[in-house]
Structures are given as C-alpha cells and as structure tokens.
C-alpha cells in the first residue's frame, strides 16, 4: 500500500506541524511568563562592618534573599515563617504556627517593587523560638507577592551552632 502525496498534500502536512509547533511553543511561554521570584534563606548570619541602628552587633540572623528571574515587574508585600508539624500538614499548607515579620532588616523596606532581574535581602531575627521551631517540625520561610495568590515558601533549617 503506497500512499501518493502531492505537493498540496506536503505543503498542508507541513503547515499544519509548524502551526501545531508554535501554538505548543506559545503555550510554553505563557506558561512560563510573568513575575517567578526564586528565594533564598540563610541561617545564623553574623554582621560585619558597618552595622545600622536597629541591629545589635551579637545578634544571629535569618537572611532572606528573593531575586525575580521572570520578566514581569511584582510586589513583594509581607515576610513570614510558618512551621508545619509533619510533611501531610506541608502538603496541605496546614501550618501551626505562622510568624509576620512586620519591619525585616535590610534597607529595602516591605512593600518593595521588585523589576525584572532585581533582588530584595531582607533578615528577620534568629531567636530562641525561631531556633526550637525548626528544631520540633518542619520550618518554612516565606514572602507573599503581588504575582500569586499563595506565599512561597522555602524551608529554613537552622543547625545546631558549634562552640569553639
């Protein structure tokens, strides 16, 4: 059984795969559009050098770093922890404990408009509490943006520090 192909035919077939290809490729690029922050957490960071008023020169902090690697401009508007008890309660978003972090450290106050490309560093204080938290479950550093509806979260381990 041959099958006989014009090249009406071809031409159609060949038409009809790139329309498919790029309708498939714009479909990407929608999905992948918009304001995507990529956030970073750092525990048990010490200040060096020139220090602000509001920081007390022996106190540990939890930095907080969000970089937007999309290309749509958005508004990182609250700073929070929340700590789940188990991986179920994660899943569900089902958090114990949720902490605001209403004035986070940094020269970059929140609300804080955040272009293409541009980061925010912030730092909340590292206490005692915040140190027992991810000690006894599952702790979870988060901002809230103008861009989605849900916070993003990235969980925040802090380890037991070593005296020398």
Known sequence: MMID??????????????????????IYKWHQ???RIRLTVSPNVQHMGVIASWINPNQTLVAVEAVNVGNKKTTITHLFACRFPNLWARIRRKSTRTLFVALPGGNQPLPFELEPGARWIGAMDQNQELEELSRTGYLYVGIHHSMAKKGLLVRLIIPAQSVV
């Open 5 to 26: 192909l014009t090249p009406t035919a071809i031409a159609a077939w060949w038409g009809a795969t790139v329309a498919t290809l790029v309708f498939l490729w714009d």
């Open 33 to 35: 559009g918009g304001a």
